[in-house]
């Protein structure tokens, strides 16, 4: 696994690690760990103490409707739960501008992503490998 170089830079509270990328260029398994726990080895593996992973994620590999295709989360599942922990501090003592920004454009993520899957659907070519 490799770490990801992320956009937060300083005073991350947890290191992530991407998998080996599968055919469509993209991981789908990823490690968050607490940061700092995560020890290289020489055979480019790494060592982690289990009680340090806090998540692992398995995305889904191969089209919807592909019996060899492995299920998996979707991007947009771990959007709508972002989404539904800012909304949470929206509407508690924790609500801010910035996480109000955030929240719009996780809103407009979700937004763009069932577009593509409406458009899948109406050429009929949702749960297959065609474009």
Same mark, same amino acid.
């Given at each position: ?29 990823y490690?968050i ?35 060899k295709?492995?299920? @998996?989360?979707? @991007? ?6 972002v $989404? ?7 509407? @508690?003592?924790?609500a801010?501008? *910035? ?22 659907? *109406? $050429?009929?070519?949702? @749960?297959?490998?065609?474009?």
């Amino acid at each position: 696994m490799n770490k990801l170089s992320t956009i937060q830079k300083r005073e991350n509270l947890n290191d992530i690690y991407a998998g080996e990328k599968g055919i469509g260029g993209a991981a789908h398994d990823y490690m968050i760990v607490k940061a700092g726990t995560v020890h290289p080895s020489t055979d480019d593996t790494i060592t982690v103490n289990p009680d340090d992973i806090l998540l692992t994620v398995h995305f889904q590999e191969g089209a919807r409707d592909d019996d060899k295709s492995t299920a @998996g989360v979707l @991007g947009c599942d771990l959007l709508e739960i972002v $989404r539904d922990t800012l909304k949470g501090f929206q509407s @508690g003592k924790f609500a801010t501008r *910035e996480n109000a920004c955030a929240l719009t454009h996780i809103e407009e993520a979700l937004m763009w992503l069932n577009r593509r899957v409406e458009d899948r659907i *109406e $050429r009929n070519v949702l @749960g297959t490998y065609n474009k």
